[in-house]
């Protein structure tokens, strides 16, 4: 049972498979300057996590040792210098790690409202894939309306909010998935067409369908030999936004085709990317999508909420791979803030 300076926290035991995740007990974090300390009432799952649990990802110097790149939950304590937010404000956050846990300490400007009308859990489910697929298409790739998009991965977490945000700013969305129910699932989001992998060749489909012109940017969760592969399916002027590599992290370029085709190759990975970057990040977003989240033009899609304790079959499901978009953990419940996303 937490006492008042104690908190449920789910820790990785030693590197491994699911099981050795373990709730324990351990004392609560104290805000540091410029960061708040936030009450966790749900906290999102992220294939990240996976690979942290398996000893593959550690966390980056100073972080916390327990998995959790995102939460939503109130705000119960200021740090030092923290402008700009209330004790008590619902919030959902971007965590340096740390989000297993009943209470964890996230830098001021990680931290965004509640989207108005969204449960816990909702608010749980947007920071990790928002801040990633924002930053990635619209700040580096320069996604713009008119322009032709196709998401790798089109029914994970960071795939299903990639659809929905490049639809409703206007460009016409292509994914990719492994079967046929996760490619309706990317249609019925707003994606134009969505190829089955294991049974279609997404180059030869997408030619096809743009009339030989190919996509103006390409959002790559997969890496390996898709690299050349992406290259075909690149238009004039195209770019290629590389954010996981889980085909592998070597390939074969051609570079007298990326010179042909002026093509721009670029990527990035979030986590260790500085407090005042995420910050930048966060002001965008809040200024762009927080409007079209709050008009419902774009939900987090949820597979399915499972209580704290869980987290070890969360885990196990996402890793098996057959949900579309996220898991979320539930910890807490307000008569306000109800956790059900209904
Ligand atoms: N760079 C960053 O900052 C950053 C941040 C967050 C996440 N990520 C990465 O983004 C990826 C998605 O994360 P997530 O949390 O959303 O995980 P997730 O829901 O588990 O998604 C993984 C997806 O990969 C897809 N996939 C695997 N092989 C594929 C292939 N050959 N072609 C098309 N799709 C394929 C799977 O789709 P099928 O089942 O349909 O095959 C699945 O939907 C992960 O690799 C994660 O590490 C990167």
Avoid at 61 to 82: H, K, M, Y
Avoid at 196 to 208: C, N, P, T, W
Avoid at 275 to 281: E, M, P, R, S
Wanted: hydrophobic letters at 45%; a neutral charge.
């Amino acid at each position: 049972m937490s006492t008042a300076t104690t908190m449920r926290v789910i820790e990785i035991s030693a590197p491994g498979g699911p099981e050795v995740l373990r709730l324990v007990e351990r004392a609560r974090p104290r805000p540091g300057a410029g960061e708040v300390l936030i009450e966790v009432h749900a906290a999102g799952v992220n294939r990240p996590d996976l690979a942290q649990r398996a000893g593959t990802y550690p966390p980056p110097p100073g972080a916390s040792d327990l998995p959790g790149l995102e939460v939503a939950g109130r705000i119960v304590a200021l740090g030092q210098g923290v402008a700009g937010w209330q004790i008590g404000a619902a919030v959902c956050a971007l965590c340096n790690g740390g989000g297993y846990a009943g209470y964890v300490s996230v830098p001021a400007g990680q931290c965004l409202p509640l989207p108005h009308g969204f449960s816990m859990v909702e608010g749980a489910a947007v920071p990790e894939t928002f801040f990633t697929v924002w930053s990635n298409l619209f700040m580096r790739g320069r996604l713009a309306a008119g322009e032709t998009l196709l998401v790798h991965g089109g029914a994970s977490g960071i795939g299903t909010t990639a659809i929905q945000l490049a639809h409703a700013l206007g460009a016409v969305v292509y994914a990719t998935a492994g079967d046929a129910q996760k490619c309706s699932a990317c249609e019925r989001l707003g994606a134009h067409r969505c190829f089955d992998y294991r049974k279609e060749d997404f180059v030869a489909g997408l030619l096809a369908a743009t009339a030989d012109r190919g996509a103006d940017v390409i959002l790559d969760m997969i890496g390996g030999d898709y690299l050349p592969r992406n290259l075909a399916a690149l238009a004039m002027d195209g770019r290629l936004v590389q954010i996981a590599t889980q085909r592998g992290r070597e390939a074969q370029l051609d570079l007298a085709l990326l010179m042909r085709k002026r093509v721009m190759l670029t990527g990035s990975t979030l986590r260790p990317q500085s407090t005042a970057a995420k910050a930048a990040i966060a002001r965008d977003l809040h200024a762009r999508a927080w409007p079209l989240l709050e008009s419902g033009r774009v939900r987090p899609v949820i597979q399915q909420v499972l209580p704290f304790a869980a987290a070890a079959e969360a885990h196990r499901q996402l890793e098996a791979g057959a949900h579309v978009g996220k898991f979320v953990l539930a910890l807490a419940a307000t008569a306000a803030h109800p956790l059900s996303p209904e």
